[in-house]
């Protein structure tokens, strides 16, 4: 039970206490010595890390520890202990570690004997020793020798107390245990962390009322200790953030910030909380001994939600069945529906329920197609009744009964689902001898599902040599027919670059009735592997997908939708689509709605928004959603600017993969250039981004380019910003040369040829195409300032031509602005406001433009109530000139504070201008 526990929580919460504390000075004789234990303590620390001017040194702060243990100073133990444990860089040694903590403990320091308790208890440096552990943690709470210490304390000795409570609570209670299991004392000590503020126990607490193990069963009691235990882990978040996540910010700028990682560390904690009240519901359906619809039921209706599928199909159950309240066939029904995109039983139930038009009416065909569903996703009911009309509606215990009593009959189909069951641990423990027994035997009475099950999830056999067990297993499922392991086939060729192979496998496996082949076998038309670039092929076949509800099939017919791949683009259908991908559980889509959102295509960069999903794309550990979430710190965009939090992010980018990330790296020596201090030190970091440029990385030069421009961390020179420019445009591809027409030779050659532009696909694709138009928009300001030898100032028009077309907001309003007034261009009214609205619909400085012409009569077509409209979604994203038009009209930002029979000028009532402006985020 111990070891199991301490697998599953988080990994900071195992991490040892540090010793980081004031030491009082003692009453030592040292004669002539310089230095006592104290102070050889803390000038190890300054050296350590790196503070009060003493340089970062390692081996000085060891030299100094050693010194100060030597003479018998405990916290000087307990540090050289934690710095045995990181290795000081090389090779870590829990031994080494173990024993320093135990020297601390033997004089009679809490925390070196909390250390040397825990790696006693999690086998560290050590083997498991339970009665050790035991023994040293209990001398960490032993009141006789530790001073009394209240839950408001959160120092270090208070952590470690709250810790060997807890530590000692899951001793105890650990019925593995002959020696020590006692749930009385198991309570006892929980209740004792709790106390403390320690929120592991607050939960092993809850779960304990909720399952009345060693206490007796208390809901109430239960539902008081989850919201403890979301209180205390809040609590304990808030405490850990250092101020160096903050530092150059005002007060105010840091408690937004602290306040938004709080609120969104509370929403884990809720989700984590409507988790275990889901986990206990369940529980109480599922396990014999604990049988108790009432109580599930009471668990369960609160958190029964969309984005809660399996509490949304147990309780739909309860519905159904009448059992822990009324029965209620369309609340059960209304429940499925909601459940069964991500919930194989729901979508069983709802299967029965449609066909016999149960709680509202009948439709056959889709009751079927969800069978159907159901039994390709291995629910063995629907692979029992072979006519959907025989289905009935069952619970997960009777699902259960059918497949055991079906498999003792050697039924091939209960055999695999139930070895497949034994094997994941589904509603029953997990058996991995008896799973794979099992598997073999309806493998071998013929069921090719079983063979490739087997050959994918159980064999073991790999040799060095000829086909592993797996690949014979595989094979021989595919040969049998079994679409999956065609598909598998299929997924080995890609792997390899075999695009061709890879393809034949994927349409045999399609045309098998396999869905995740359709989106693949789309995904190689887009992209051209292994045949030619088909986009309208690649749109079919994603659509076919999405129809039979797969996942990732709607994400890349979304995909399809925003950029415009073999249809006309269209944002908001891409924002459903993702929408619905996420329904069906594809965490990507978090990600790409995020994207969506703060690319403006929709209307307004809606960043508040996109953060949100990227958060949770970044729990799903989307290496992109930290990259964007840094860059959103780094430029204050949706959130208070705090560039340590950036760094942070990227950091946690580069630290989800063995491999280094371009992009990632690229970002952090930026950053440290820009916003240099002595915590952000990378003087390699120019030589390190111009190695990339050497390397074909094209956003580096880019990068250097803006470093140039703006003497950051190259001096400033603009004639070298200039020709990196001109190289980044190129990502731009073949349509650079088109826009800029008979002017391309002129900065190019005639030689230099250029690729087709490719749709993007990914967001790192977007982001090559969005360095191009920029670098475009960059080469157009410095033409037009005179800052190149050789050029006149109307040599800019055809690159601001060329970005505006493209799509650059900027571009669009300085081109607006130059065919209004004439310069190096033709005076041209209606060119000019075409540009200038088209880039109103992002930037609010073209909003406040348009607008103000409007309000001193120089733009007289554009109606007041368009005018209003931009005015306040400028001054909405915080442009003041627009907010202070708005005071000096008397017109309030919120449209919900106007008067409701405010007077238009007559002169200008009904006229448009045939600008429909940004789209309406709530209408997509």
């Not at 000590?189 to 206490?215: C, H, K, T």
């Not at 919201?227 to 405490?239: D, T």
């Not at 890879?502 to 992209?527: C, N, T, V």
């Amino acid at each position: 039970m111990i070891r199991s526990f301490l697998n599953r929580i988080s990994p900071s919460f195992l991490l040892p206490l540090i010793a980081v504390i004031s030491v009082t000075a003692q009453d030592f004789d040292y004669g002539e010595m310089e230095l006592s234990p104290t102070e050889l303590y803390d000038e190890a620390l300054q050296h350590l890390y790196g503070i009060d001017g003493y340089k970062p040194s390692r081996p000085d702060a060891m030299s100094r520890l050693k010194k100060a243990a030597e003479r018998g100073f405990a916290p000087a133990h307990n540090m050289l202990g934690l710095l045995y444990l990181e290795g000081n860089g090389f090779f870590s040694s829990p031994r080494k570690a173990l024993r320093s903590f135990e020297q601390a403990a033997e004089l009679g320091d809490a925390l070196g004997q909390y250390n040397a308790g825990y790696s006693y208890l999690a086998g560290r440096g050590t083997p498991v020793d339970n009665a050790k552990a035991a023994e040293l943690l209990l001398a960490v709470v032993d009141d006789s020798t530790s001073k009394n210490l209240s839950p408001d304390d959160f120092g270090t000795v208070r952590n470690a107390r709250a810790s060997a409570y807890f530590y000692l609570g899951l001793i105890y209670g650990d019925e593995d245990d002959v020696v020590h299991f006692d749930n009385k004392k198991a309570t006892e000590m929980f209740l004792q962390a709790d106390r403390l503020n320690e929120p592991s126990a607050a939960m092993i607490l809850a779960i304990r009322y909720a399952r009345g193990e060693g206490v007796e069963q208390d809901q109430d009691k239960s539902l008081s200790y989850l919201e403890r235990f979301k209180v205390a882990a809040v609590n304990k978040m808030h405490n850990s953030y250092s101020q160096t996540y903050f530092q150059g910010m005002d007060r105010q700028a840091i408690n937004e910030s602290l306040n938004r990682l709080v609120a969104n560390y509370e929403d884990q904690m809720t989700k984590r909380i409507q988790t275990m009240q889901t986990s206990f519901g369940v529980s109480l359906l599922d396990e014999e001994d604990l049988f108790d619809p009432a109580q599930a039921f009471v668990w369960l209706e609160s958190v029964a939600v969309k984005e809660n599928p399996l509490a949304c199909s147990r309780i739909a159950n309860l519905y159904y069945q009448g059992e822990g309240t009324e029965q209620n066939f369309p609340k059960a029904r209304e429940l499925l529906e909601l459940a069964h995109k991500q919930n194989t039983m729901a979508k069983y139930n709802l299967g029965v329920m449609l066909i016999n038009g149960q709680g509202g009416p009948a439709d056959p065909e889709r009751g079927a197609t969800l069978i159907d569903r159901a039994a390709k996703s291995s629910w063995y009911p629907a692979i029992h009744y072979k006519n959907p009309a025989d289905a009935r509606f069952i619970t997960e215990r009777e699902a259960i009964k059918l497949v055991t009593t079906e498999a003792d009959n050697k039924n091939p189909d209960a055999l695999y689902c139930l070895g497949r069951r034994k094997l994941f641990g589904l509603g029953m423990d997990s058996d991995f001898e008896n799973a794979k027994t099992l598997i073999l035997q309806a493998a071998e009475l013929g069921n090719a599902q079983a063979r490739y099950f087997y050959g994918v999830y159980v064999a073991k056999d790999f040799a060095w040599l000829g086909a592993t067990e797996e690949d014979k297993a595989i094979q021989a499922a595919a040969d049998a027919g079994y679409p999956p392991a065609i598909h598998h086939l299929g997924q080995k060729a890609e792997q390899n670059a075999r695009y061709k192979i890879a393809i034949e496998h994927y349409k045999k496996a399609a045309s098998l009735g396999h869905i995740e082949s359709l989106y693949k076998i789309g995904k190689f038309y887009r992209d051209a592997n292994g045949v030619q670039r088909d986009y309208p092929t690649a749109l079919s076949y994603f659509r076919q997908a999405a129809e039979n509800e797969d996942a990732i099939g709607a994400l890349n017919l979304g995909i399809a939708y925003e950029y415009g791949h073999g249809v006309e683009i269209d944002a908001p259908k891409a924002y459903q689509l993702y929408q619905e991908a996420l329904d069906l559980g594809s965490y990507y889509a978090e990600f790409t709605l995020g994207n969506l959102l703060a690319s403006g295509k929709l209307g307004e960069r809606a960043w508040e928004e996109a953060i949100a999903h990227w958060e949770q794309a970044a729990e799903y550990r989307i290496r992109g959603a930290f990259i964007r979430l840094g860059d959103a710190y780094r430029d204050g965009s949706g959130v208070p600017q705090n560039i340590s939090m950036a760094e942070n992010y990227y950091a946690q980018s580069s630290r989800l993969s063995y491999y280094p990330d371009e992009r990632t790296n690229l970002r952090t020596w930026i950053l440290s250039l820009r916003f240099p201090d002595k915590t952000r030190s990378f003087p390699t970091a120019i030589l390190d981004i111009r190695a990339q440029e050497l390397g074909g990385y094209p956003l580096a030069g880019y990068e250097l380019a803006f470093m140039n421009l703006d003497g950051v961390g190259l001096k400033q020179n603009d004639k070298k910003a200039y020709k990196k420019f001109l190289k980044a445009a190129k990502l731009v591809g073949s349509e650079l040369k088109t826009r800029l027409g008979d002017s391309y030779e002129k900065y190019y050659g005639s030689t230099d040829e250029l690729k087709d532009r490719e749709i993007p696909v990914i967001f790192e694709d977007e982001e090559l195409i969005s360095a191009g138009l920029e670098s475009c928009y960059q080469i157009a300001k410095l033409l037009l300032q005179g800052k190149v030898n050789k050029t006149k100032p109307e040599d800019s028009i055809p690159w601001f031509q060329t970005a505006a077309a493209l799509g650059h907001e900027k571009a669009q309003f300085e081109l607006g602005r130059m065919y209004l007034n004439g310069k190096y261009v033709e005076t041209n009214v209606g060119e000019a406001w075409r540009w200038i609205l088209e880039s109103a619909t992002l930037l609010p400085e073209a909003k406040h433009f348009a607008a103000a012409r409007h309000f001193d009569g120089t733009y007289p077509t554009l109606t007041q109530e368009r005018a209003v409209k931009l005015l306040r979604d400028a001054a909405t994203a915080g442009h003041k000139a627009s907010q202070e038009l708005l005071e000096e009209k008397g017109i309030p930002i919120d449209p919900d504070s106007e008067p409701p029979h405010r007077e238009i000028d007559p002169k200008r009532k009904g006229e448009d201008d045939g600008f429909d402006g940004a789209i309406d985020l709530d209408v997509a």
